[in-house]
C-alpha cells in the first residue's frame, strides 16, 4: 500500500493471524498482529481512534460514532470464533469481550449480510442476460459493484478482495423451505473471495469517518494491503483508492446531486451506474430523516437501474425494547428519526416501492436468525460459549429485519434466484402485504375484555429485574398480605445475580429481612445434619409456597453451565402486624435427599422448569416438578414430571419420577420456560415453553391427570406459541379464567396476543376426545403498556392482578426492568382487597374549614380527640405584617409564625385565574405526583407516581377536580399534586422567578423578608393542588416561609422534639391519617399530639417555621365566612402557594452542596450523629465481662440491655436540650395537658 503525501513506515512483515481472546497489551510498546508499531504509528493510530470531533455537527458526530460502538462489538464476536475476520483488529486495537447476546446478534448481522452479498453477486456473476451481453457486441461481461452505504469501519469488502469469507450453503432439502422449518440444515461451505476484478466494491460514508478508516489503515503493519491501495487521510473525497475498490465521502442526505457523479469520479476503474449492482445499507436508513431516506431510495432507483438494494434496520419503536432502543439514541444525540414513519417491515416495503423500487422483501430476524443458526452452524455456535439469553434473543430478533428490493431493470435471474429464493425473506405487494404469511393466525371472534394499568400501592418495590423464581403471596390476619420472592437477577444498581429474600407488604411497602445466623438447636433427626446454608445467587429456579411462611427453592443456576438440583426450605419469622421497618427473620435449611431417591429418580440439575403446589399437611407438601434446561443433551423424547414430596419436620425432599401416557395419541414434548399451574391435586395445566433443542414454542394448552398419568391437549386456540410468560388464575366478570399474560416468542409480536382470559370451565369438561377449538377471550391492554416477560403474577382480588418484575437486556441499549404495576380486568374490580384501609375524604371535615369533624357511635369508646390532643392550639399570629416583626421571628427561629395580611404583590389578584395562567405559562412542562384512591400522598411508602403534563393541563385538572369535590365531598380517583422542580433537576435548585418568569414577575417577597432572604435563598417552588390532598408529615433542613396564594390550607406543626414519637424514615414521618391515626400500630403518636399546633393560611397569609418542624399540609375548600384577609376569599378554583427555603446560617460551608431539596441534614448535624455511632460501636466491638484482656465475651443480651438503658439516658439527655430551649422561648409549654394551654397570641 502507499500513502500521500508521505509513506507510512513499516515493519517487517508478519502475516497476521486472530488470537481467540487476547489480553490487553502490558508492553509499553503497542503490537499489532504481532509486529511491533513504530512510535510514530502508535501515536497516528492513536490519534484516529479517539472521537471524531467537527464544528457544529453534534448530531452527526454522534450518528458517525455508532460505528466505533458496532465495530467493538464486531471485534468481539470475532475473537470468540464466530466469524472469521483478520482485518478488524486494525480498527480496534484493544478488544473488549461484549456478552454472549452482543456476540451472537454481530454474528448474525455479519453472516447474514456477508451471505446476502456472496449470494447476489454470485446471481450477477452466472446470469445469463451477462453473457448475453457480450454476444450483443459488449468487449466483456460488466463487472459486478458492491457499494456499501454508511459504510463505517465495513471490513467486507477487504475480506473478499484480499481474503476470503465463509458462507452458509443452503443444502437441497432445504432450499425451498421456509425459514422457520426446523428440518433446515446449513453447513459452512468452501471460502468465497472475488479478487479477479469481476467485482468492485465501494464504501460511502461521511467523509470524517472515511478519513478515519484510512488513517487507521495507514497505521496497520506492512503488507497487510497492497502496494497499489493509496491511503490518504487528508482527502475527504476519495480517502482510499485502489483498482477494485474505492472509499468516496459523501454525506448521504445530499446524496440527490452529490452521490451519483462522485461515484463516478472517485470509483475504481470500471464503474458504471448501468452495471449490474448490489447496495447494502446497515443501520443507516433509520438514523436519515424520512424525506432524506424517501430522495435517497429514489435517487437509487433511477440512477442505478440493474441494482438489488439491501438494507438492515432497527423497527419495532413502541413496545418497551423499542422505548429503550429510542430513548438511548435520542441521549446519545443520535435520535432514530425515521422510524416512527417506518416502524415495521411492511412501512419498508411500501417505502421502497413508492420510491420507484420494482419488487421488494422483508426478513425479520426470526427468519433469519432460523435460517443462519440450523444444523452443523448451530452446534458450532452453541459451542463457543453459554448462552441463556433467550428472551433478549427474541427481542433483538423482533427489532431488526432487513429489506431486498430490486430496482427497475434489474435481470430476471437475480431477482429469482438471488431474492425470491432465499428462505428467509417474503415478497411484499406494493401495498406493504406479504404475499404468504406462514404463520399462525390470531384467535378471532371473541369480543375483548379491557384491561387498564394502575401505580402499584406503594412505589417502593424491592425487587426490580427477572429470574426470581415467582412470587409467593403470604396472607396476614389484618388484611395485609406479603409478597415474598427470592434471589433472581437485580437490574437495577447491582446488576447482577443475587440470593436475596424480599418481603413486601401491600400496605406498608417493602419490609427489612434479616436471615438468621446458624443455629444449633438440634432439631437435626438421626443421620441428618441440621445445615443452614442458605442458597448462592441464583435465576431461573422455582420459589413455591409449601406451608404458612414456609417456601421452597429447587434448582435453577449461577451460569448456564452450573444447573443445580439442590433444595432449599426458607421459613420466615413474621411480626403478628408489620408496619414501616418491620423485621423479617428468614432461617435457612438445606433439604436432605432421602437414601432411596439419592440416586434412583433424583432430577437432574436443571433450571427454566416449572414447579407447583398439589396440597399438603401442616409437615409434608407434595408439589409436581415439570420440564426444565440442562447443562447435557436432553435425550427425552416427552416432557419429564417428578412428583416431589418435602417433610419440613425431618428436613428431607423425595422424588418420583412420573411415567405419563397420551389420552388423545400425543405426549407434549420436552419444555422449558413454561407456565404451570395446579387447577387442583389431581390437575395440572402446561402453557407454552420452549421446545428444547428448537427455536420454537409449544402453542398448546396441556392438561396432565396424575391421578391417571395421562395428558391431555386441550382444544384451545391460542394463537402463536410463546414463552416466559405467567399463567394466574383470576376472576373476571364474577366468572373464572385463567389469565395469560406477557411472554416472549419466536414470531412476530403482532401475532402474539400480549393477553388472554381462558375459561376455567374449559378444562372441567376436558375429556381428552376431539372436540371443536375453543377461542380465549382477548384483553385489550394500554397502548403504553409494557411488554412483560420472565415477570410474576399474583392475583389481589376480583378483577385485580399484581404484576411485578420481568424484563431483559435491550440488546446494546440498555436494560428494560417493569415497574410493578397493578391490571384491572373488567367491570367489577375489588379494590378494597388490597387497598390500605383509611376513611374516604368525606368521613371527615379535613376537606374545608379548622378540619373539625364528628365522632359517630361506631367509633371506639375512647376518643380521638381527647387522644389526639384536640383542639390543637394555634401558631403565633401577626396580625398585621411589618419587617420588624418578621426579623424577630427569623433571627430567633423556636417557633412557627404566621403573619396575616402580607403584601406578596399582584399574584394575589391574578393567579386566581385559570385563564391568566393558561396564557401566560400554559405550554411549560411540570412532572406532578399523581395518587389513585387516595388523597393522602405517603413518601415513606411511596403511593404515587410521576407524570408530565402542562401547567395548563395541571391547572384545568385541579380547577375540575376542586369542583368535584365541592360537589361530592368524596375521594378523588386521581390526586394530583404539584411542587416545582428546576428543569435540571439533577443539578439545580427550583427558583420560582426563573422557572416562571411571566409568574414570577407576580409574585415578591414583601420588605424585610425580601432583604434578609435573598442573600440566604436556598430555593424557591410553586405548590399547585387541590382539595382534600394531604401531603406527608416531613421536615425540612432550612427555615422557610410559606407564601398562600390561592385557596386555603390547614398547616399542622410538631417540633423537633417529637422526632420518635412520628415514626420517621429518612424525612418523612409514616404516620400519614392525622385525622385517624393507627394508634395500635403508632401508639406514640398520641404523645407527639401534645405538641401540635396548627394554623389555617388563606390568601395574603405567611407562615414561617424553623428548620426541622415537622408539618402536615391539607389542602381545604375556602372558607364560606367572610374572613379578615387582604384578598376577599371566594371559591378558588384550586390552591396555590409559594414555599421559600433560606440558609439559617449565613456560612454556605454549614450545608451540603449537593442538597437540591432542603431535605439533608446539615453537615454538623450528619457529623454529631455519625461520630455518636462511631463510639458506640467502638464500645460494642467484643465486650468483656471485666476489664482483663481474657476476660470472656459479655453475652448479647447483656449487650443488648445495655443498650437500650442508655437509649433512654440518650432521650433524657435530648429532652433535655429541648427543655432548655424552650426555657428561652415565648411559646406555651408543650407538656402543659391540652386543657390548659395557654391561648394564642395575637399582634
Known sequence: MSTEPNAAETAPPQAPTEEPSPPPSTSSECTNGGVALSRRKQKKASKVTQRIRVVNGSVDVQVQQTNDDSVVSKRSAVAQGYIRDKFLRHFVKKPSRRSPLINRGYHLRMAIMTDLVVRLVKSYLDAPERQTEVLEGAPCPPPVQVLSLGAGYDTLAFRLLLDSVDVLAVGDKC???????????????????????????????????????????????????????????????????????????????????????????????????????????????QYMPPKDAAQLLALLAAGLPNAVFIAYDQVSPLDSFGRVMQNTLRQKNSPLLGVQSCPDGAHMVRRACAAGMCRAWWADFYRISTFCFAGEERRRVEALEDFDELEEWSEMCEHYGITLATTPLVWDSVATNGCAAHPAFMEYSVDGVACITGVESLPQGTEAIKGTLHNWPSARYGFEGWGNGGVAVEPLSNGDRLLVSFGGFAAGKQHQRVNTVYVHSLQEGELRVVVAGEQSDGAATAGLTACTTHPPPLVFHTFSRVAPRTFLVWGGRSNPSAPSNEAFLLTLDVPDMVSLGSIVTARWRVLCVGSDDRHRCRPSPRYRHSMVNLGGTADKATLLLVGGKTSGVNAAVALECFRVTVCMRRFTISYEALDCTAAGGHLPPPLHSAAAIALSSDAVLISGGVLLGRDACNPHLWQLRLSTKEWFCVPMRLGEGRYAHSLTPVTVNRQEYLLILGGSS????????????????????????????????????????????????????????????????????????????????????????????????????????????????LEPVYSYEELLSKPWPAVREVMHYSAAAFLEAATAATQPVVFRNVPLGACLSTWGSSAYLKETEGNTTVSVHVAEKSQLLDFARKNFSFRRVTLAQLVQHTEEATDLFCKTRGTPSETWYYRSIASRMKNERSNVWTDFPALGKDFVLPPGAKEYIEPRLHQSCLRMSAPPLQLWTHYDTLDNVLCQIVGTKRVVLFPPSEYNNLYVTGSSSAVINLEAPDLVRYPRFIEACRAAQQVILRPGDVLFFPAMWFHHVTTLLPDVEPVESAAATMLAPYNMSVNVFYRHFSDTAAYDAKDLYGNKDILAVTRIR????????????????????????????????????????????????????????????????????LPKKRE
Open 175 to 285: 432450499a425451498g423451505a421456509s425459514a422457520s422449518s426446523s428440518s433446515s440444515s446449513l453447513s459452512p461451505s468452501a471460502p468465497v473471495s472475488f479478487p479477479g476484478g469481476e467485482v468492485l466494491f465501494i464504501d460511502v460514508d461521511f467523509p470524517a469517518v472515511l478519513m478515519a478508516k484510512a488513517a487507521l489503515m495507514a497505521a496497520a503493519p506492512s503488507q497487510t494491503f497492497p502496494e497499489d491501495w493509496h491511503l490518504r487521510p487528508q482527502s475527504a473525497d476519495c480517502p482510499i483508492r485502489s483498482p477494485h475498490y474505492s472509499a468516496v465521502g459523501v454525506d448521504l442526505r445530499f446524496a440527490s446531486t452529490e452521490l451519483l457523479p462522485r461515484l463516478h469520479q472517485h470509483g475504481p476503474t470500471g464503474f458504471v451506474a448501468t452495471n449490474p449492482t448490489i447496495i447494502y445499507a446497515e443501520c443507516v436508513m
Open 746 to 857: 419466536w414470531a412476530e409480536k403482532s401475532h402474539v396476543l400480549p393477553a388472554l382470559l381462558v375459561p376455567f370451565s374449559l378444562f372441567e369438561s376436558n375429556t381428552g376426545s376431539e372436540t371443536a377449538a375453543a377461542v380465549a377471550v382477548p384483553v385489550s391492554l394500554p397502548a403504553d403498556a409494557p411488554w412483560w416477560s420472565r415477570h410474576s403474577c399474583v392475583t389481589l382480588g376480583q378483577g385485580v392482578v399484581g404484576v411485578i418484575g420481568g424484563g431483559y437486556t435491550c440488546f446494546s441499549f440498555g436494560t428494560f426492568a417493569a415497574k410493578p404495576q397493578l391490571l384491572f380486568l373488567g367491570d367489577i374490580v375489588e379494590e378494597s382487597a388490597w387497598r390500605p384501609r383509611f376513611p374516604s375524604a368525606c368521613s371527615s371535615n379535613v376537606g374545608r374549614g379548622d378540619g373539625r369533624r364528628t365522632v359517630t357511635a
Open 1170 to 1237: 455519625e461520630d455518636l455511632q462511631s463510639a458506640v460501636r467502638c464500645v460494642l466491638t467484643n465486650p468483656r465481662l471485666t476489664t482483663a484482656a481474657d476476660a470472656p465475651v459479655l453475652p448479647p443480651n447483656y449487650v443488648e440491655f445495655a443498650v437500650r438503658h442508655f437509649l433512654q439516658d440518650l432521650e433524657s439527655t435530648a429532652s433535655a436540650v429541648a427543655d432548655a430551649q424552650r426555657g428561652t422561648g415565648t411559646c406555651f409549654d408543650t407538656q402543659t395537658p391540652a386543657s390548659h394551654s
